[in-house]
Every structure is written in structure tokens, then in C-alpha cells.
């Protein structure tokens, strides 16, 4: 089943199109990369899909329904969770009251949800009644992972997740990307680092100048020689 779909989906902010006839879909399980150069419209046709950008043209639909015209809190209510890259934790806040803040459309089972994210994040309950201003730059992405997991989504989206940090805390944050799939959430996922990012994909995306140029799963897509020569640095 199709967990999201995005079709022919045209728009911008102000008067041009950053994105124009692109299409983005997930279903069950499935990890989602969308890689391509900077300006290709990654984070916009993201943006797109959680309704922070207005479509010209197209439409958008979550397991069937039609949510082109639904506010974003209106599609995190019915099971979609978005992590921006930057400003995606409350920084004065502890990590626990940063959990908490994430529970809010729960109505039970808030203790579990946070000891279920806990153990998928275990650093984070070993400073948990820190604040997270004090988190380094890859625990701060698995305490906004943690806090959108909070609500607990169907789909997940992740804009550049990895932005700014080492390769080891890359390769732990890909290894965490992969077992929230693995429970069953569905991940869309924007990131600069077009291989690593394809090589845990289901299937990738890679848009140019806001259009879908190449499309495939994510073993597909590191074969292209054209992909690897334009894309993947050969």
C-alpha cells in the first residue's frame, strides 16, 4: 500500500516554481532517499508532501486520501511526522520534556513511547534530564528523530539529517534510519550524501532543477552510470 504519493506536484514560493510536475511516492516499510544537486527542490518537494508549501498543480495523498489541501498539523494528526534540518529541538528544554512536548496528540501510553524510544536511542536516556542545548550535533538529530517518533507517524520525513556531522555519527544515524523502517514506519528522506543515503534506499528519486530526472530503487540508481558520473562523483 501506498503510504504517500505525490503526483505532478507543481509550486514555489513568491512567483516561480522551485518544483514542477515532480512525483515522490513511499509505501509500507519502505526507505525513500530523494538526492540530487543543491537548488534541485529536495527539501521543497519534501516540504510539499507535509503541506508547508501550497501546490499550483497536483496533489498529494496519504494511504488513499486525498491531503493536498490539509494543513501540516491537520496531516501530522493523521500519522505524518516531519524533522527540518535545522531548529528541530527545544533547546532549553531536557530531552525527557523535549519526548514530552512530542507526545502531545497521545493520550496514553506516554511512558512507553518514551521508553520505547529509549531503547532505540540509548544515549539519549543516559541524559535525559539534560538539556538539550548541551547535546552534540548528532545526538541533537536522534533527539529530533526521538521527539517526531513521539507522535507516533506512519511516515517519518527527514530533511538532511546528516548535515554537519562525522562519519561515524553518519553511519549511526543511517544504522537508526534503517531500524525505524524496520518496525514499519515508512521514511522519506532528503540528504546531500546521494551514495550513502541510496545505499540503504528502497527506492530514490534524483531531481534537477525541481523535476524528477532519474527514478529507481537504490541499487538501480548506484548501477546508472549516469547517476554515478553526474551525481555519485563517478
Do not use: W
Not at 18 to 31: H, K, P, Y
Not at 70 to 78: G, K, M, N, S, Y
Not at 124 to 142: P, T
Request: charged fraction near 25%; aromatic fraction near 6%; charge should be neutral.
Amino acid at each position: 500500500m501506498k503510504v504517500i504519493s505525490g503526483r505532478q506536484m507543481t509550486g514555489g514560493y513568491g512567483g516561480g516554481d522551485i518544483i514542477s510536475r515532480c512525483e515522490i511516492e513511499a509505501g509500507d516499510n519502505q526507505i525513500v532517499v530523494i538526492v540530487g544537486p543543491n537548488g534541485a527542490g529536495k527539501s521543497t518537494a519534501m516540504k510539499a508532501l507535509f503541506g508547508m508549501l501550497k501546490l499550483r498543480e497536483g496533489t498529494v495523498r496519504f494511504r488513499e486520501e486525498d491531503i493536498t489541501d490539509l494543513e501540516p498539523q491537520d496531516r501530522v494528526a493523521l500519522g505524518m511526522a516531519f524533522v527540518p534540518q535545522t531548529r528541530n529541538v527545544f533547546e532549553t528544554l531536557s530531552i525527557e520534556e523535549n519526548l514530552e512536548m512530542g507526545a502531545f496528540l497521545r493520550k496514553e501510553g506516554v511512558k512507553a513511547a518514551i521508553d520505547k524510544v529509549y531503547d532505540l536511542f540509548p544515549a539519549l536516556l543516559e541524559k535525559r534530564l539534560q538539556r538539550a542545548s548541551a547535546l552534540s550535533g548528532g545526538q541533537r538529530q536522534q533527539l529530533a528523530i526521538a521527539r517526531a517518533l513521539m507522535t507516533n507517524p506512519r511516515l517519518l520525513m527527514l530533511d538532511e539529517p546528516t548535515a554537519g556531522t562525522s562519519p561515524v555519527v553518519m553511519n549511526d544515524i543511517f544504522r537508526h534510519i534503517r531500524k525505524i523502517a524496520s518496525s514499519g514506519i515508512a521514511i522519506v528522506l532528503v540528504e546531500q550524501n546521494a551514495r550513502l543515503a541510496l545505499e540503504i534506499a528502497d527506492m530514490g528519486y534524483v531531481l534537477v532543477e525541481g523535476k524528477n530526472r532519474y527514478s529507481g530503487t537504490g541499487a538501480d540508481l548506484l548501477a546508472n552510470a549516469d547517476v554515478r558520473k553526474s551525481f555519485l562523483g563517478g
